[in-house]
């Protein structure tokens, strides 16, 4: 054998093995999935839009339903916004988050799996809308628990001043459980029902204002109108407290549309100028109609239109462009003040604080209204592809899905509260004001 091949040979293979070892881990960088990207970026806003969200409903929402009431119940609204927010935080951990994102693959219910938070630690993420970059599983369940403790409490304002406190906790905890829960999976889980059929909701307009809303009127209507209703001065007891808790709601939405956004990038930049501009061009839409309405616009009139824009570019932050969130918030505010000033007087109904009026007629707009600004022409964010009719007839099922579903299970479970603990306070109660007989406190002594 010719040794001098060998030897010519040697080279060859330590320099194909020196080759090999450089290039294997590049094929294997290349195959390797990479790893998922947490944010600190993220991480820090979407803590920030948890603590905004909680502002909301403490103190946003207790000083705005509490500055609209009579001042012998102020307490009582102060004292139920509370009380919900607590009772919900509690109960999501304990059921809540499983039942809407548990994990399992059922359209309308989350499942049991994460019961107590089970199986969530401090490495468990949570996907957010960019492939690869998650957040703290933790921080998911905190921001939605705020949305869970704030829905509830907007029901309250529709049968306000003459509801039993123990009532209203039941009827929390019996609603989230059948309505919200079973909602939110829906909409936002990726196995939900809605969700898989193409329903734009950014931020809640059917999962907290059309689902709180119609549970509103419903109750409204079972309960009855407050006594003396028509007859007696209902007026709001303290307009610069409505006021400075609508605009406290104002500021805390920020937490709830900029924050849907999951990530701290252009998409929320988005959702921040629309709920800017749709609610400025609520207030002077809302104004302008009372001035030609009524000869004058009321600060009363700014505070609801501003809610009412709110609610409106809820589902559609995410999609429409700043243009198309002004004439939103505008056209939300024309149709929330015929439900407010006429529809509402029609009917008869004592919706007190007009949570249907405004969050239920609102969301309802805010969602059809997503449709058709999402679409690229209108300044949207959808592409050459986007149907708006298609996306209309998505939208419409999705509301009356949730109206059906809110309305009828929500009337079951007014009726089950009152066979349990009776829903409305004695007359001689509702006279006197609820603060006193319920909570032994009063706000104002004289």
């Given at each position: 054998?010719n040794?001098?091949?060998f030897?010519?040979?040697?080279?060859?293979?330590?320099?194909?093995?020196?080759?090999?070892?450089?290039?294997?881990?590049?094929?294997?960088?290349?195959?390797?999935?990479?790893a998922?990207?947490?944010?600190?970026?993220?991480?820090?806003?979407?803590?920030?839009?948890?603590?905004?969200?909680?502002?909301?409903?403490l103190?946003?929402?207790?000083l705005?339903?509490g500055?609209?009431?009579?001042?012998?119940?102020?307490l009582s609204?102060?004292?139920?916004?509370?009380?919900?927010?607590?009772?919900?935080?509690?109960?999501?951990?304990?059921?809540?988050?499983?039942?809407?994102?548990g994990?399992?693959?059922?359209?309308?219910?989350g499942g049991?799996?994460?019961?107590?938070?089970?199986?969530?630690?401090?490495?468990?993420?949570?996907?957010t809308?960019?492939?690869?970059?998650?957040?703290?599983?933790y921080?998911?369940?905190?921001?939605?628990?705020?949305?869970?403790?704030?829905?509830?409490?907007?029901?309250i304002?529709?049968?306000?001043?003459?509801?039993?406190f123990?009532?209203?906790?039941?009827?929390?905890?019996?609603?989230a459980?059948?309505?919200?829960?079973?909602?939110a999976?829906?909409v936002?889980?990726?196995?939900?029902?809605?969700f898989?059929?193409?329903?734009?909701?950014?931020?809640?307009?059917?999962?907290?204002?059309?689902n709180?809303?119609?549970?509103?009127?419903?109750?409204c209507?079972?309960?009855?109108?407050?006594?003396g209703?028509?007859?007696d001065?209902m007026?709001?007891?303290?307009?610069?407290?409505?006021?400075?808790g609508?605009?406290?709601?104002?500021?805390?939405w920020?937490?709830?549309n900029?924050?849907?956004?999951?990530?701290?990038?252009?998409?929320?930049?988005?959702?921040?100028?629309n709920?800017?501009?749709?609610?400025?061009?609520?207030i002077?839409g809302?104004?302008?109609i009372?001035?030609l309405?009524?000869?004058?616009a009321?600060?009363?009139?700014?505070?609801?239109?501003m809610?009412?824009?709110?609610?409106?570019?809820?589902?559609?932050?995410?999609?429409i462009?700043?243009?198309?969130a002004?004439?939103?918030?505008?056209?939300?505010?024309?149709?929330?003040?015929?439900?407010?000033?006429?529809?509402k007087?029609r009917?008869?109904?004592?919706?007190?604080?007009d949570?249907?009026?405004?969050?239920?007629?609102?969301?309802?707009?805010?969602?059809?209204?997503?449709?058709?600004?999402?679409?690229?022409?209108l300044?949207?964010?959808?592409?050459?592809?986007?149907?708006?009719g298609?996306?209309?007839?998505?939208q419409l099922?999705?509301v009356?899905i949730?109206?059906?579903?809110t309305g009828?299970?929500s009337?079951?479970?007014?009726?089950?509260?009152?066979?349990?603990?009776?829903?409305?306070?004695?007359?001689?109660?509702?006279?006197?004001?609820?603060?006193?007989?319920?909570?032994?406190?009063?706000?104002?002594?004289?």
């Open positions: 054998m040794s001098g091949v030897k010519s040979a040697r080279p060859l293979a330590a320099a194909a093995a020196v080759l090999a070892f450089s290039v294997l881990p590049a094929l294997a960088q290349e195959t390797t999935p990479a998922p990207i947490m944010d600190k970026g993220d991480v820090a806003w979407m803590m920030t839009s948890s603590l905004l969200v909680l502002f909301m409903a103190p946003g929402l207790a705005f339903y500055g609209l009431v009579r001042a012998k119940n102020i609204i102060l004292m139920q916004t509370t009380m919900i927010a607590a009772v919900m935080m509690v109960v999501w951990v304990v059921y809540g988050y499983s039942f809407a994102f994990g399992s693959d059922n359209p309308f219910f049991f799996g994460k019961l107590f938070l089970s199986g969530v630690t401090l490495e468990s993420m949570s996907a809308f960019t492939s690869g970059v998650v957040i703290p599983e921080l998911f369940i905190t921001f939605q628990m705020t949305f869970a403790a704030i829905t509830p409490a907007l029901i304002g529709a049968f306000a001043e003459r509801v039993k123990s009532a209203v906790v039941l009827f929390s905890v019996l609603w459980t059948f309505v919200y829960f079973p909602v999976h829906m936002w889980d990726a196995n939900g029902y809605l898989k059929m193409g329903a734009i909701d950014f931020a809640g307009g059917t999962v907290v204002h059309i709180a809303g119609i549970a509103a009127l419903v109750g209507i079972m309960i009855g109108p407050r006594k209703y028509g007859k001065m007026a709001p007891h303290s307009l610069p407290l409505c006021l400075i609508a605009s406290i709601l104002w500021v805390g920020f937490g709830f900029v924050g849907s956004n999951l990530e701290s990038n252009a998409g929320a930049t988005l959702a921040m100028i709920t800017f501009v749709a609610t400025a061009g609520a002077l809302w104004s302008l009372e001035t309405h009524r000869g004058k009321s600060m009363l009139g700014a505070a609801s239109g809610i009412a824009g709110l609610v409106a570019i809820t589902p559609a932050c995410g999609t462009g700043p243009v198309g002004i004439a939103l918030g505008a056209l939300a505010s024309a149709i929330c003040y015929v439900f407010v000033s006429a529809v007087n009917f008869g109904y004592d919706d007190s604080l949570v249907f009026g405004i969050h239920g007629v609102g969301g309802i707009v805010g969602a059809l209204g997503t449709a058709i600004f999402s679409a690229g022409a300044g949207g964010i959808k592409g050459d592809d986007y149907s708006i298609a996306q209309f007839m998505i099922t999705a009356v949730t109206v059906v579903w009828v299970a009337a079951i479970l007014f009726k089950i509260v009152d066979l349990i603990v009776g829903l409305r306070v004695k007359s001689e109660i509702e006279t006197q004001g609820l603060d006193q007989p319920t909570h032994g406190e009063v706000a104002y002594h004289s």
